[in-house]
């Protein structure tokens, strides 16, 4: 994958600009009762909104990062006893299903099938990022968006791995 750098240079500074403007993507924690957490409600992202149309996948979800968008859910398990699930109805009170189980690096989905892709703190946690990227290229048709926001690796629980 090549790509023009000084155009990339303008969509991330443009892409700060608007992050900056609208304050988006932050999870915000109250203590409402003692000694524990509560995720007060996370916004939608407008930038998802605005980027990420018609049906999708969304890879690796959450309850306490609702994009409000069409998505299908993909998830490495289909079990509901995950500590992931388990957190997010300590946080949220629910846990969303799984739709499709597949790891993010292999989904057995058709080409150009999905007009985007969004996933939030996954692929930090891919073995091999690239292949994870390449099959989401895989899937997004023409005119299609990979929408993901990213953690850096040294601020993961697994970032030894």
Known sequence: MFFDWEIF???????FKFY??????KTVFS???AGQKQALPFRESAFSHKYCI???????????????LNTLNVAFTGSMDTRFKKEDVKL???????????????TALPEESQGFI???DVIE???NPIKALVE??????????????VTHKECTFDKEN
């Open 136 to 149: 989401r290229g895989r899937h997004i048709g023409p005119g299609g968006a990979i929408f993901m926001i």
């Open 125 to 127: 946690h891919s073995p």
């Open 92 to 106: 949220c009170g629910k846990a969303l299903k799984v739709d499709i189980v597949a790891n993010g690096d292999n």
């Open 31 to 33: 203590s409402a009762k």
């Open 9 to 15: 240079v303008v969509k991330l500074k443009a892409f």
């Open 54 to 68: 018609g049906k999708g996948l969304e890879i690796g979800f959450s309850a306490d990062k609702p994009f409000g």
């Open 118 to 120: 969004v996933s939030s």
């Open 20 to 25: 900056r403007h609208y304050n988006i993507e």
